[in-house]
């Protein structure tokens, strides 16, 4: 699956290999030009990107549960986030343009740093709500109106900063956790409204953005838990786009 590629990386891996395979498939936004390079030198097969995805989620999906994709929302969180439904067929429902491009260009803008593994390990030292002005700082303990799932969720991004605040205080490691729960709320907040109005209670996530990002799937098992949905993360899920070209 071709989506962010080093595209001299993938060429000089694709040239060593075609003398080994008898066809090349390709899959994701970027494939195009890559599937009509090779088509002139091996068969060459271009898939659609939902559809490839979908299969190497009922990959993994059977091989960690041992049984067929229930009716479910499959939530691809990439570059981008896309939007799956699989209930009698599959359909592509939507998505959002939050996902892991944000992430990156934000923290390049505001940090000039880039490196996505290394931004995840600070983001486990993180504290959103040193940034973040959560629900429970507004309403007071003894006030009933508000659960205390509810409570941990966020009622203002940055929502500490203010004319008040010691700018001076700021941590890189409070934002960046706070960047990736941003993204994150939305993301799962869109996906639990797409499930309840096509009722479905599973929702599987799955792409890059998930890889060794522990906050981005706390959040998410969070706002699944308190809109009553079940959560699902596999296992190598962001290589769900190539081993279902692998396979279809």
Request: glycine letters at 8%; hydrophobic letters at 40%; aromatic letters at 10%.
């Amino acid at each position: 699956m071709v989506t962010k590629p080093n595209f001299e990386e993938i060429i000089e891996f694709l040239d060593s290999k075609k003398g080994f395979y008898k066809n090349f498939n390709f899959t994701g936004g970027k494939a195009f030009n890559l599937y009509n390079k090779y088509s002139k030198e091996v068969e060459t097969n271009l898939y659609n990107e939902f559809q490839a995805n979908f299969k190497g989620i009922e990959t993994l999906y059977l091989l960690d549960k041992e049984k067929d994709v229930p009716d479910s929302l499959i939530i691809t969180i990439g570059t981008g986030t896309s939007i799956i439904l699989k209930k009698k067929s599959i359909k592509h429902l939507g998505g959002t343009a939050l996902g892991g491009g944000l992430f990156i260009g934000l923290i390049k803008l505001l940090f000039n740093f880039n490196d996505f593994q290394e931004a995840m390990k600070i983001s486990t030292k993180g504290d959103r709500y040193n940034v973040d002005l959560k629900v429970s700082d507004i309403y007071e303990p003894e006030d009933d109106r508000v659960n205390s799932i509810f409570r941990e969720f966020t009622a203002a991004s940055f929502g500490k900063i203010n004319d008040n605040f010691p700018m001076n205080s700021v941590q890189k490691e409070d934002i960046i956790n706070s960047l990736i729960c941003i993204i994150g709320e939305n993301v799962g907040i869109i996906a639990c409204q797409m499930a309840e109005n096509n009722e479905i209670n599973n929702l599987i996530f799955c792409g890059g953005f998930l890889r060794n990002n522990k906050v981005l799937k706390n959040i998410l098992s969070l706002l699944c838990r308190s809109h009553n949905k079940k959560a699902i993360f596999l296992k190598n899920s962001e290589f769900c786009g190539a081993i279902g070209a692998l396979l279809i």
